[in-house]
């Protein structure tokens, strides 16, 4: 079987050809363009499978609520305008004939650690990623728990900051405004006076600045309180952390180092972890899905 696999994320579109073992290969990245809208991401996913010959299912990973049984976006936020009530799944299946598959990129990217990575062998866990936003997935006797309303795991609209900063979902002092990666931005550039990425807030040089550190040591903090609630809500005995920046070992390291000593004693068996496949999980757990279909 050959699947066409997308993750479409804010701010980028990462696609590849996935083959029966679940190898992918001829990967490619193209801007999302977010602001643009939902309809022109959705035309521009119609343009790169319309690129390929012989693909037998598409398989996408998207940002927003999903109902995967139907392939319809339930509801965004602002980050990508007119993006909820998107109807994903007849509208390519409509234009390119290919059966697709539709699911929230956390719960795919749980998918894919539960089959392929860091949570293999583990029936029960929780995935979180941290990015422009923070998402999450809820994994129970070895299946996604997705609620009622296929949208459970939004742990990034708990509230840790109770009338605090305003969110792009209509609240006020959301988890993600205080412990995102872009949260983490923001507070850089807010005493430093400069805009850096991720990646440049942990080179050698920007880490070293005692400002910028503190800054770090106070985001991580703020994953703290938010992951302590999830802890006591769900009782797991995994956490797997993932986004581009939870690949800096000193955020699990800090975090270990914390957050037991702040937990009742009979939660601290938690093992917190970052994800194995990185920026691939998505891209596998949603073609894994659609192979199963």
């Known amino acids: 079987m050959k699947i066409l696999t997308f993750d479409i994320g804010g701010t980028n579109i990462k696609y590849a050809l996935c083959d029966e073992k679940f190898h992918l290969y001829d990967r490619h990245t193209v801007p ?14 119609i343009g790169i499978i319309e690129q390929y010959e012989g693909v037998d299912r598409v398989a996408i990973s998207t940002a927003g609520q999903v109902d995967s049984v139907n392939g319809i976006v339930v509801y965004s936020t602002n980050n990508i305008p007119y993006y909820t009530g998107m109807l994903v799944k007849k509208i390519i299946e409509n234009k390119t004939g290919i059966p697709t598959y539709v699911e929230n990129d956390v719960n795919a990217a749980a998918i894919g650690e539960a089959k392929f990575g860091a949570a293999r062998g583990s ?5 979180l990623t941290f990015g422009t936003g923070i998402g999450g997935a809820i994994y129970i006797n070895d299946k996604l728990y997705k609620g009622v309303g296929s949208s459970a795991g939004e742990f990034g609209h708990i509230i840790t900051h109770a009338g605090g900063r305003e969110c792009t979902c209509g609240g006020e002092g959301c988890y993600e405004q205080y412990a995102s990666a872009k949260a ?9 006076g400069k805009t850096m990425n991720g990646f440049e807030i942990f080179r050698e040089e920007n880490f070293n600045n005692p400002e910028i550190r503190h800054a770090i040591d106070i985001w991580i903090d703020e994953i703290i309180i938010g992951l302590k609630s999830i802890i006591y809500s769900f009782n797991p005995s995994l956490l797997v952390l993932g986004g581009g920046i939870m690949n800096e070992e000193y955020i699990i390291e800090l975090i270990d180092r914390k957050i037991y000593k702040q ?3 009979n939660y601290r068996n938690v093992n917190i972890v970052n994800t194995e496949l990185g920026n691939d999980a998505a891209l596998l757990g949603v073609a894994y899905a659609v192979s199963k279909l």
């Open 123 to 127: 029936s029960d866990f929780i995935c």
């Open 184 to 192: 983490l931005i923001q507070k850089v550039e807010s005493v430093t």
């Open 263 to 265: 937990l009742m004693t």
């Open 32 to 45: 999302t363009q977010a602001e643009l809208g939902g309809q022109n991401i959705i035309n521009k996913v």
